[in-house]
């Protein structure tokens, strides 16, 4: 997941993700990232099939300031939801 954040979606459907989490941070900083208001970012989270063998879940969100906590939140696009392993089976 190179180009991808881990972000565990947290806040449910509509919800603000505040960008709290050491992994999301991390990432952040490893691939040089500025937010910025409106900025489309690609996340991932850890997931499974249903036999338990990895099968990230990964998706879109859109970077935004919240002006009274001074802290950056991520509202995640519910559409984009998808598993790792649907993108494999695609680019086959």
Same mark, same amino acid.
């Given at each position: 997941?190179? =180009?991808? @954040?881990? #972000? %565990? +979606? %947290?806040?449910? +459907?509509?919800?603000?993700? %505040? @960008? !709290?989490?050491?992994?999301? #941070? $991390? =990432? @952040?900083? !490893? #691939?040089? @990232?500025?937010l910025e208001e409106n900025l489309v970012l690609h996340f991932y989270c850890d997931d499974a099939?249903? /036999?338990? !063998?990895p099968d990230? #879940? *990964?998706f879109e969100g859109t970077a935004h300031f919240d002006p009274d906590t001074k802290s950056w939140y991520i509202l995640i696009d519910e559409s984009s939801y998808? $598993?790792? /392993?649907?993108? *494999?089976? !695609?680019a086959v």
């Open positions: 997941m190179n =180009d991808r @954040i881990f #972000l %565990y +979606p %947290y806040a449910g +459907p509509g919800g603000r993700n %505040y @960008i !709290k989490q050491q992994g999301t #941070l $991390q =990432d @952040i900083e !490893k #691939l040089h @990232i500025l099939d249903d /036999s338990g !063998k990230d #879940l *990964i998808r $598993q790792a /392993s649907d993108e *494999i089976r !695609k």
